[in-house]
Nanobody, 125 residues
Framework: VQLVESGGGLVQAGGSLRLSCAASGRTFRSYAMGWFRQAPGKEREFVVAINWSGSSTYYAGSDKGRFTISRDNAKNTVYLQMNSLQPEDTAVYYC???????????????????WGKGTLVTVSS
């Protein structure tokens, strides 16, 4: 599975962005999908994940309410809608795919099977 993120860019504080992650391969719906981010000088952190059918999501507590994950299995694409962005949201955002649960993606990050190359989100104050 190859993952390609898009939709990053520069936005002012309070603005919104929608990230997309397009996956190759016919087995997209077999995987839970997740978003992670890495801010400058910091470790990569979990943001949110969605199960294979889209019926269940798992959020890092700090972003729930501002970020929404969704997926379209017909298009092999997962999305991250980000609202009320703040400068501290500035980071490279990575898409990930894994056959395990959404909770496992959040906790057992080292075992994640596939990663995208990331897309940069910059939020200006």
């Amino acid at each position: 599975v190859q993952l390609v993120e898009s939709g990053g860019g520069l936005v002012q504080a309070g603005g919104s962005l929608r990230l997309s992650c397009a996956a190759s391969g016919r087995t997209f719906r077999s995987y839970a999908m997740g978003w992670f981010r890495q801010a400058p000088g910091k470790e990569r952190e979990f943001v949110v994940a969605i199960n294979w059918s889209g019926s269940s999501t798992y959020y890092a507590g700090s972003d729930k309410g501002r970020f929404t994950i969704s997926r379209d299995n017909a298009k092999n694409t997962v999305y991250l809608q980000m609202n009320s962005l703040q400068p501290e949201d500035t980071a490279v955002y990575y898409c990930a795919a894994d056959p395990r649960s959404t909770q496992a993606m959040a906790v057992l990050t080292d075992g994640i099977m596939y990663w995208g190359k990331g897309t940069l989100v910059t939020v200006s104050s």
